[in-house]
């Protein structure tokens, strides 16, 4: 395996299927089967979920709600996609536990660093609901934060694309996808991953992004397990993909 620890970064619009709003069961069981390929090979997956699928904190701000109180409301509905994925991994055989920056003991764990390195070391699947328990930031800087603190190997951000590409493939016809770039390239042509302060916090920390389209069925395994080429990895100038 190309990892032994990885922590995945899903999109809560993937979890909506065709519809774009709410659960799409039937994708959500799909997507659970990717993650346990991984997890019964032996790899330790941590994951953070947004919540678009179910409301964004900015959609409700521009209704006229207070920025911090509409970014609860957007950490209220991660919660409810990881209790989702919980039962969906769940049934197909795979331990998890749901860790939430925000307290609500009855139904989940409060965030615990220690304790769910635990769980990773002991095979199960922890996911990380409401963001980072603090308005103004983003579940992608939350994403950042988590893989720093477990000491992920690499971030997966699971998207609805095939990866990075050097134009907008949907305008130029042209556009190719790029297998590998460096951390500065990527600021260089401005190319929006992730926000800013999420960047930042894997360019520090070393940590490779890695945009990947979760949908495609088998293309995390792909990745993690044999292919060196599907998605596109953002790494450092000194890190091998870089060079491959």
Do not use: W
């Not at 799909?30 to 919540?51: D, K, L, S």
Request: aromatic share 6%.
């Amino acid at each position: 395996m190309r990892f032994e620890r990885v922590l995945l970064k899903l999109s809560g619009e993937v979890l909506a299927g065709p519809n774009g709003f709410g659960f799409d069961l039937d994708a959500v069981r799909r997507i659970g089967e990717e993650i346990v390929e991984v997890v019964q090979a032996g790899m330790q997956v941590a994951m953070v979920v947004g919540g678009g699928n179910m409301l964004r904190g900015r959609e409700v701000e521009a209704l006229g709600v207070e920025r911090a109180q509409a970014d609860y409301m957007g950490m209220l509905a991660t919660v409810m996609n990881a209790l989702c994925l919980q039962d969906s991994l769940e049934k197909l055989g795979v331990p998890t536990r749901v860790q939430t920056a925000i307290e609500m003991r009855q139904i989940a764990e409060p965030y615990i660093r220690r304790r769910a390195l635990r769980h990773l070391e002991k095979g199960r699947v922890v996911i990380f609901a409401a963001g980072t328990g603090s308005p103004y930031f983003s579940t992608d800087t939350a994403a950042a934060l988590r893989a720093a603190e477990v000491e992920a190997q690499c971030l997966l951000k699971a998207t609805k694309v095939d990866g990075i590409y050097s134009a907008d493939p949907k305008k130029n016809p042209d556009a190719v996808l790029l297998h590998r770039i460096t951390y500065g390239q990527a600021l260089r042509q401005r190319l929006e991953i992730m926000d800013a302060a999420a960047f930042s916090l894997c360019m520090e920390n070393t940590i490779p992004i890695v945009v990947l389209n979760i949908l495609r069925r088998g293309n995390l395994k792909r990745f993690l397990i044999e292919d060196h080429n599907t998605g596109t990895v953002v790494s450092g100038e000194e890190d091998n993909y870089a060079k491959d």
